[in-house]
């Protein structure tokens, strides 16, 4: 079935690093791939979204490009801040399934001064 | 322009009994889905509503169970709680007009955090 793998956290780093959280998946046909990030006690937000291959999203800072060869897509930031602390996901919804999400297991990025 | 509103925000249960928790979409869309997100994994999509009814469903026993009313808000409802329902519910809202292959943005709610003791 379909599934999502993302690297295992905590992720630190210092303030202005640069961030990259690992994300492959398992589907058929082309699914449409996502970033979510929950900061603490709140829902999820989307961050940024790629429907198809080769298609790169991007959203305040962050990019992540969907890599079909590779089944990849893995989160980069240039420079992360100290605001930029929280859980992130990474989900799929098939292309032939209209409404389930399929999550990973969440990677919590800590950024420190 | 509210989002998704959830209540109640926090809920403790006793084993055994059942719970409602509500959900009230972001104005303007018509479809809701709810996930359970236990401590420290991903949320799993438990169903979603649309038009009043269930029109799909994930791998949760029957124990759950939901509906949508005309207004598109939406209740989940949990019968004879185990331990292991502890977690945290997420409500999701789309607008997807039916469309089998609709690619519209989800909106998600903050959640309620069920405990179960």
């Known amino acids: 079935g379909n599934s999502v793998t993302q690297m295992e956290g905590p992720v630190t780093l210092s303030e202005e690093a640069f961030l990259t959280i690992n994300c492959t998946y398992t589907a058929t046909g082309y699914p449409s791939l996502f970033w979510y990030v929950q900061y603490p006690g709140e829902g999820l937000q989307l961050l940024l979204k790629a429907t198809k291959a080769d298609d790169k999203g991007s959203n305040k800072g962050f990019e992540a490009t969907y890599r079909k060869e590779t089944t990849s897509f893995h989160l980069e930031k240039g420079s992360v801040q100290v605001s930029d602390s929280a859980v992130y996901f990474c989900?799929?919804?098939?292309?032939?399934?209209?409404?389930?999400?399929?999550f990973g297991q969440g990677t919590t990025l800590q950024v420190k001064p | 322009d509210a989002g998704v509103t959830q209540s109640p925000t926090h809920l403790i249960k006793t084993r055994g009994q059942q719970v409602t928790l509500r959900c009230s979409p972001k104005s303007g869309h018509d479809t809701v889905s709810w996930y359970q997100q236990a401590l420290g994994q991903g949320p799993q999509f438990i169903f979603q509503?649309?038009?009043?009814?269930?029109?799909q469903r994930g791998n949760f026993p029957d124990r759950f169970s939901g509906h949508q009313f005309p207004n598109y808000s939406s209740e989940l409802n949990v019968n004879a709680l185990l331990l292991g329902d502890s977690a945290l519910y997420l409500c999701?809202?789309?607008?997807?007009?039916?469309?089998?292959?609709?690619?519209?943005?989800?909106?998600f709610g903050s959640g309620t955090r069920l405990t179960v003791v």
């Open positions: 999701a809202s789309s607008l997807t007009g039916g469309a089998p292959r609709a690619n519209y943005g989800y909106t």
């Open positions: 989900a799929l919804r098939s292309s032939s399934n209209t409404g389930k999400l399929i």
């Open positions: 509503y649309y038009e009043e009814e269930e029109r």
